[in-house]
């Protein structure tokens, strides 16, 4: 039976989620952010903040960026700089574009159903009724094993393969420990 | 009969091995492959991730704790998910055009 018995744990943690959280509005906004948002004067301001919470007194917040200047410049010949777009919309770090959305999606979900198997499967093995350390121990074979076999095969074999030749295998496990669990296989 | 009495501890390894090379090849794929996350995105891309992921395992031990063939069912059930799954990751020349991006 897994404890259950983790308020002290979570007390901590709250603790330390409030303080992130009453951080958060004490910071300014990310430069970075309001810069790939063309918000450039707030992006100084925030460069601003940071410095003199450095104590940085050498910073001139009078400036331009060179995005800022290149917009100018467009401005001045007669283009409409709003309509000078970004692919990913000027954010650089955000996943924005449809192609990385299907692949954020996908990755979710294979990392979920991998993380998921392999803690099922560790729950599992304690079931076995051996000493907990042979268990860690054994673990931390499966580890350096699977990296050495990733490293083996993922250039040669590309993801898709490795998955479809990996899960194959871990089907065929699970049928026969079912097999076996109910007795159509019996020793 | 005597092997069939080690079969459990050995599936269960083989098992457990199976898991953590795919999981260990996914891992390598997202934060590797410049093609599925560029550099700039990879961050963001694999903190989604990790907190999708982190969030559904949650129910992993309810499962365990539930009747003896039962999570043994659902290892294999994954399986046959991410195996339908990896169908729809990109191929490579998929993966080439968005280098172009």
Known sequence: MISKSVRYLEVAHLFFVIYLF?????FPESPRFNYSKNRFKEAREGLKAIAKMNSNNNFSADFKFDTEKELEDLENEGFDAKTVRRLDGGN?????MKQYVLNVILMS???SGFSFCFWLADFQAEYLGTDMYIIFYANGCICFVSGAINLLLYPKLGLKWLVVIVQSIAITSALFIVLIQERVISY | MQLLQWSIPIILFMLCLAIQVGFTGVFQSAF??????PFNKRATAINIIIL??????????FINELE?????????SVAIFILILIIF???KAQ???????
């Open chain 2, 32 to 37: 590797e492959d410049d093609r599925v996350f």
């Open chain 2, 95 to 101: 993966l080439d055009s968005m280098t172009k991006v």
């Open chain 1, 109 to 111: 979900l294979l990392f």
């Open chain 2, 89 to 91: 990751y990109p191929s």
């Open chain 2, 52 to 61: 999708v992921s982190k969030t559904l395992t949650i129910a992993a031990p």
């Open chain 1, 22 to 26: 009453i951080q958060a509005f004490m």
């Open chain 1, 92 to 96: 650089e770090y955000g996943i924005t």
């Open chain 2, 68 to 76: 003896e063939p039962i999570p043994v069912i659902v290892i294999g």
